[in-house]
C-alpha cells in the first residue's frame, strides 16, 4: 500500500483565500477511543475455561479488555 495516505503534500490554495480552508485532512493519532458495539448475540457461556463466545465482530486488539453488559429492553 502507499505510505503517504496522511502526509500533508498540497494543503492550500495561492492567494485566494490564503488560508487552509476548515475540515482538511491532515496527519494526526487516530484511534485510541472507546467503541459500543450493539446486537451482538451471545452463542454460548464455557464457564469452566472461562469463555463467552458471541456472534459477529468485537472491535479492538487481541488480549484486550472487553465490558459485556445487558442492554435495556
Known amino acids: 500500500?502507499?505510505?503517504?495516505?496522511?502526509?500533508?503534500?498540497?494543503?492550500?490554495?495561492?492567494?485566494?483565500?490564503?488560508?487552509?480552508?476548515?475540515?482538511?485532512?491532515?496527519?494526526?493519532?487516530m484511534?485510541?477511543?472507546k467503541?459500543?458495539?450493539?446486537?451482538?448475540?451471545i452463542v454460548d457461556i464455557v464457564e469452566d475455561q472461562n469463555l463467552i463466545l458471541i456472534k459477529g465482530a468485537v472491535p479492538g486488539a487481541k488480549g484486550n479488555l472487553v465490558f459485556i453488559k445487558k442492554?435495556?429492553?
Open 31 to 33: 484511534g485510541n477511543h
Open 1 to 29: 500500500g502507499s505510505h503517504s495516505h496522511r502526509l500533508p503534500g498540497s494543503v492550500g490554495m495561492c492567494a485566494t483565500p490564503a488560508k487552509i480552508l476548515k475540515g482538511k485532512k491532515m496527519p494526526g493519532r
Open 71 to 73: 442492554i435495556s429492553s
Open 35 to 41: 467503541v459500543t458495539s450493539t446486537g451482538l448475540e
